[in-house]
């Protein structure tokens, strides 16, 4: 079994629409990546407001209430952005520009590569791999029956 017609190009489908699609699917590709960045900024900032919180109480027992309060006054719970926190900003991300990238990618692939994904990197990958040479198989499939052969089991 193959996953060829998962990628495969759907019929009367020229060279110029696949690339066209591929490049769509890249775009969202790197959104996917600024999501993930905007996720980890999320963590990040949250660990350093809990650490300057603690940082606070560590200000107090050493003696300098005054910067304490300074600290914690100005910096501890504060907005990222005005009125906003980064759950916010992660979550008006998601419900508007990514959700609307994500639709309009789809909207193309189901328009032009009836649903299929990758159509392009697969028909790449068919160009530049080396057949028959290891780590170049087509599928997991190709390698489940090479390692077969390899151990004189099929």
Not at 96 to 112: C, T
Not at 134 to 139: D, K, T, V
Request: no cysteine; proline share 3%.
């Amino acid at each position: 079994m193959t996953d060829e017609p998962l990628h495969k190009r759907p019929e009367g489908a020229s060279d110029a629409t696949v690339e066209a699609v591929g490049k769509v699917s890249e775009a969202f590709e790197a959104i996917e990546e600024v999501r993930g960045r905007l996720y980890g900024l999320h963590r990040l900032v949250g660990t350093a407001d809990l650490a300057l919180g603690e940082a606070v109480e560590l200000l107090r027992k050493a003696g300098h209430e005054e910067l304490a309060d300074t600290v914690d006054r100005e910096m501890v719970g504060r907005n990222v952005l005005p009125g906003m926190w980064t759950f916010q900003i992660v979550e008006t991300f998601d419900e508007g520009y990514y959700a609307d990238f994500q639709r309009i990618e789809r909207l193309v692939r189901d328009q032009l590569m009836e649903g299929r994904r990758h159509v392009y990197e697969a028909e790449m990958k068919a160009r530049e791999r080396t057949h028959g040479q290891p780590g170049h198989e087509a599928s997991p499939e190709d390698l489940d029956a090479q390692d077969l052969q390899a151990e004189g089991l099929s």
